[in-house]
């Protein structure tokens, strides 16, 4: 019997869980009275916003059927599942009418390789077209970049989709070659590559002045066009599949970012799959460690850290125990205690507990006046977190007396379970530190 469009949904958004990159979209738009939808740059997928405010997307494949066999995969063309596959206007039609509904904001489209990559890639691209063009639709899209595709349909995508995301799968090309041997991370890179210069080039045009000439009048502006994947590039990487510790992770992730720009790279703690690969773990890795790599991740980005630095570890592994930029604190006790009134803001941003916007208020606040403990309580730094390591005009002594404690590792790591539970709901995928 022929699958409804309800069966088909309930089978692609089952198999579109197990992708993780899709997440605050950063673009802004407005359907300036026309249209329908606005995107928001607070973001739109699965995400939570710093009010604890889940908002949502559709999140589906295209299809699960694909022709190629990543072990880790559970649409790997050796897995006995219920295949389906929606067509291009039946995504789109559900799009709208999800997003008529109040449902969604916004859309998540990947896939199963079907036929081929570029044919893939052609189909998904299809529905964000017909979803802008067709149905006037502004709300957030987001891509899968199929990897291997031709530049001529990565550009249709980024032509029409907030952000498109080409995965770079696992950390190591050993790792692919072991559970994904069609796959390379120089493949997926190409495509980075591709996209990248679409999004610059979209950038550079975006900022020089569109003048045209006109026959009867004054030079006129022409009409803005659409910008290329507006919201940037994302990848994924799914970690404990395979060996690789956390130091190749983060190599990879920062070869990443300096080379393609990307906006983010997301972590994925590999879950075991139904009639999973014999290669293959049979346990999740603990939830903690993606959790440590989103921290790490953000120190390495914003704060100026090293991956010698926040790997602390003999593994090369981060500290499951304590957040990475602790782990440092605690083992580099010597630099400690920073002072709040004299130390340059590079200093200040090693403070555990001290994150960008608090050494901002810092910096501006100690203009005026020097800050003492009560200052720190009232521009809303945790005095728990942040004492052993700081002092302020009166704080010399609870620096002093903490600092070189047996137990101040036992301590801060008490203070770190109790932070874990909300974080890992909300500041890792938010990559606060
Ligand atoms: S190409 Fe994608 S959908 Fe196909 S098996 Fe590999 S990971 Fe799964």
Known sequence: MAKTVKDKLSILADAAKYDASCASSGSKRSNGGKGLGNTTGM????????DGRCISLLKILLTNRCIYDCRYCVNRVSNDVPR?????????????????????????????????????????????RQLREDEGFHGYIHLKGVVGASNEALEKAGRYADRVSANV????????????????????????????SGIDESRARGRR????STQSGPRQRSRAPRRFSPAGQSTQMIVGATPSNDASVLDTANRLYQTHKLRRVYYTAYSPIPNAHQDLPTESPVLVREHRLYQADWLLRFYEFTIDEVVTQDD??????????????????????????????????????????SVGRILKARRRRRLRVADLRQLRAPLKRVM??????????????????????????????????????????????
Not at 43 to 50: L, R
Not at 176 to 186: F, G, T, V
Not at 348 to 357: A, D, F, H, I, M
Not at 402 to 415: H, P, Y
């Open 43 to 50: 973001g739109i997928c699965h995400s939570y916003t710093p």
């Open 316 to 357: 090369g592994n981060l500290d499951l125990e304590v957040d990475p930029k602790m782990a440092w604190a605690l083992a580099h006790r010597e630099f400690f205690p920073v002072d709040v009134n004299r130390a340059p803001r590079e200093a200040l941003l090693r403070v555990p507990g001290l994150g960008t916007r």
């Open 209 to 212: 002045p569109r003048i045209v």
């Open 388 to 433: 052993p390591f700081l002092v302020a005009a009166d704080g010399w002594e609870t620096a002093a007396k903490t600092l070189d404690r047996g137990d101040l590792r036992k301590r801060v790591t008490t203070d770190d379970r109790q932070l874990l539970l909300f974080e890992a709901q909300t500041s890792a995928k938010n990559g606060q530190v």
């Open 169 to 196: 799968e696992l950390p190591v090309q050993r790792d692919l070659d072991r559970l994904a041997p069609e796959k390379s991370i120089d493949e997926a890179e190409g495509a980075m590559r591709f996209l990248k």
């Open 84 to 128: 389906a596959g929606f067509t291009v206007e039946e995504v789109v039609k559900l799009t709208v009418e999800f997003y008529r509904r109040n449902y969604i904001e916004g859309l998540f489209l990947s896939s199963g390789v079907v036929m081929n990559s570029d044919r893939t890639m052609d189909l998904l691209a299809e529905v964000a």
